[in-house]
């Protein structure tokens, strides 16, 4: 295995990379409240034993009839899973601003937005951390954003325009003054890498130390990513949307309707063309053919990316990773024959990032509120530990990986095809697998990340200067450890893993650890007073996928202290392989009709193992809990693994918790998106899921040769 396709396999598989979603504010508080008491509508403490009681049944009422909302009752579950569980959700969704696909996960985010209005509001505590200063930067700027004009996007303001000058030109506008000779497709699309834009160059950072950045094949267009079947005449959807969106660019700068057209003409010849390079590498073999051989010479610009995009920063030169020279020698030649077109392209993409991309003025405060979520991540993150994060709820979530665990290490004992030497070495593993909570915590590296909102200047009569200068910081930020890692230890953790206020769950191969980090643990995924049904449906189901990523295809390949070993025999490899393959195979059948393409299986194969995976040991785990509990305490009732008004059994409660997870509401355009992610549509996440478990047809009590259970052998690894 060459160190290219090393970097690049394990780096899109390293994270498990889980979102859950909730739905509102209350919602998300109750957890810290519940520590001690419940409050009233004024957040006065009730003291009646009567009322905690009261109160929590009338929360799990509520909860209950939303569940009950998302599902679609005409659909039999054992018809289909997906649209029983959720076949209503798309209906009941709140209204919001969304430039991806809508769904039960994404949503948090609109949520934690709401959390971060009031966090802004939290100088008291901000004084407390010695945080004043950042706060208030962060206030100016949520301000500045709320009185800005953005719908829609101003994009002639004279500060986009003088950044794209700046950068490479913008021949659409500038005509004759704009000098092709001087312009470098490759230098310009390094530039935007800085502003968070991937133009023709990719960049992705490596989650292990020196954190150096990694590249993947550009994916071109707008709203909607472009394929060469999707753009095949100016009806398709694809062409429409990307059409509109650079019309609205052009004609803010006073362009005729024939220069307009001329130039969106020209950026869809050049997809065109590029699009036949980007399909040549899609699985990157005839890279890697090329490179064997040594046919093609290095490209010879990667220089400047590194000057451009880095400063220079003298990373080991065994570390760094150089993307398919094959691919990026023919680009250039295409991108040789549309020069100006390549240039508008980028102009108009660097202006895309810069968007608020909003449907409706009435959206904007939304967008406010994300974007200082998300671009200042770090001094609010702060700020939720102490507001938000209950030790009650760690000691709880704490517990549940420990069954999960029990159940894990069980399914291990007695999975007789490990021989005996590679069953010792998978023990071996597992005990050694470190659980966080919350976040890693590095406070050291967390100061100077919070610190380092001193460096946005925001400039009081330019808010497009002022957006600039967010985005180009919020890019400084994610390269961080990058660029300092001189001055770090080879210990340090990638910054995702020091961000508590995320709804994320990883497995982290380097130093075999999971990670629950506290912005999960809010509905759909968790809730106090939930009945461990759900809860091991949803928070369980996530723990033991995290888990399975350690034993998927690519955690097999590390061992318990996280060096990559192999320690498989030959024999007990051979049957893994099968196995997973199976996985591959079983979902590259499902089509997805909205774009008449298939699941790719083979890129999803991990991330499929690790939904089975989950979703068994989770099942374990709670039957496990379950028969403790029911042996400790003679009068545990079973109706106390109910939901109020959904005529289910703990188990089928269990199943649904999980299906909910993932409801969504997809325009044709995310089905594009998605297809290049490792995750399997939502969708089939699901029906892959439960088509693979013995345990749901018997639940559900689905016959063999039902949609969900069509026959008796199932795909399984673990």
């Known amino acids: 295995m060459n160190r290219r396709k090393m970097f690049s396999s394990s780096s899109r ?42 109160s929590s049944a009338e929360y799990l009422r509520i909860y209950s009839d939303r569940m009950k909302s998302y599902m679609n009752d005409s659909v039999a579950p ?17 209204d919001r601003q969304s430039s991806h696909k809508r769904s039960n996960l994404l949503d948090v985010g609109y949520t934690l937005g709401d959390v971060v209005e009031v966090l802004l509001t939290r100088n008291s505590l901000a004084v407390d951390l010695n945080y004043t200063a950042e706060l208030l930067i962060a206030q100016r700027f949520y301000n500045a954003c709320l009185g800005a004009d953005l719908y829609p996007m101003p994009a002639a303001d004279p500060a986009y325009l003088a950044l794209i000058r700046s950068i490479g030109g913008f021949p659409a506008v500038d005509g004759e003054a704009w000098n092709a000779a001087n312009f470098s497709w490759f230098n310009m699309s390094a530039h935007l890498t800085n502003y968070g834009a991937n133009g023709l160059i990719h960049e992705k950072i490596l989650p292990q130390f020196p954190f150096v950045p990694y590249f993947k094949v550009p994916e071109l267009g707008f709203d909607y990513i472009v394929h060469t079947d999707n753009i095949a005449s100016n009806d398709t959807r694809g062409y429409k949307l990307n059409e509109k969106r650079m019309r609205g660019y052009l004609e803010a700068y006073g362009l005729s309707e024939e220069k307009v057209s001329e130039v969106i003409a020209g950026v869809f010849a050049f997809w065109q063309d590029a699009l036949l390079v980007i399909d040549r590498f899609a699985e990157e073999k005839e890279c890697e053919e090329h490179a064997e051989t040594e046919e093609i010479p290095p490209f010879s610009e990667w220089s400047s990316y590194y000057e451009i995009a880095w400063n220079s920063t003298n990373f080991p030169a065994e570390s760094l990773e150089s993307f398919c020279d094959f691919y990026y020698v023919e680009l250039d030649k295409v991108c040789a024959k549309h020069k100006p077109a390549v240039a508008n392209y980028l102009a108009m993409l660097l202006l895309y990032r810069l968007d608020a991309k909003l449907k409706a003025a009435k959206y904007q405060k939304e967008h406010c509120l994300q974007t200082v979520q998300y671009s200042l991540p770090y001094i609010f993150d702060r700020l939720y530990r102490v507001e938000y994060f209950s030790e009650e709820i760690s000691a709880e979530i704490s517990g549940i990986i420990m069954e999960l665990r029990k159940s894990f290490r069980l399914m291990l004992e007695n999975s007789e095809w490990l021989d005996t030497e590679t069953r010792r070495e998978a023990l071996q593993k597992e005990s050694s697998i470190e659980p966080i909570i919350g976040s890693f915590k590095d406070d050291e590296l967390t100061e100077r990340l919070v610190r380092a909102v001193n460096n946005l200047t925001i400039v009081e009569q330019s808010f497009a200067q002022t957006n600039i200068n967010l985005r180009r910081l919020t890019t400084k ?23 508590s206020m995320q709804v994320n769950a990883f497995y982290y191969n380097i130093d075999n650890s999971i990670y629950v980090m506290a912005g999960i643990l809010h509905p759909p995924a968790f809730h ?116 109020p008004g959904l005529d289910l059994s703990p188990e089928q409660l269990f199943f649904l ?15 594009w998106e998605e297809l290049s992610n490792e995750h399997t549509i939502d969708k089939f996440r699901v029906i892959g899921a439960v088509t693979n478990n013995e345990d749901f047809a018997k639940v559900y009590n689905c016959p063999v040769g039902s949609p969900m259970n069509p026959h008796a052998e199932r795909c399984r690894v673990w």
């Open 528 to 643: 106090q007073l939930w009945p461990n049904s759900l809860k091991y449906g949803t928070i369980g189901y996530l723990v033991g996928h995290e888990l399975t990523h350690g034993f998927d295809t690519v955690g097999s390949m590390f061992d318990g202290s996280g060096s990559q070993r192999n320690w498989w025999s030959k024999k007990s490899n051979a049957v893994f392989n099968e196995r997973a393959e199976c996985y591959a195979e079983h979902y590259s059948n499902y089509l997805i009709p909205e774009i008449n393409r298939k699941i790719n299986g083979n890129q999803t194969k991990d991330e499929n193992i690790a939904d089975s995976g989950g979703l068994h040991q989770a099942l374990s785990a709670y039957r496990s809990y379950m028969k403790q509990q029911q042996q400790d305490n003679e009068t545990y009732l079973d109706k106390n693994e109910l939901m």
């Open 477 to 499: 930020i994610r390269r961080f450890n990058g660029n300092h890692f001189s001055e770090l230890s080879n210990a340090t953790k990638p910054l995702e893993l020091v961000w």
């Open 78 to 94: 054992c018809d289909d899973f997906y649209e029983y569980a959720c076949g209503n959700w798309q209906h009941v969704k709140q």
């Open 13 to 54: 598989t390293m994270w498990a990379i889980v979102f859950i979603y909730i739905s509102v504010i209350s919602e998300l508080r109750v957890p810290c409240e519940a520590r001690t008491t419940v409050t009233d509508a004024q957040g006065k403490p009730e003291a009646s034993e009567n009322t905690v009681k009261d």
């Open 657 to 671: 918790g999980f299906a909910q997870l993932w409801c969504n509401a997809y325009e044709e355009e995310h089905y």
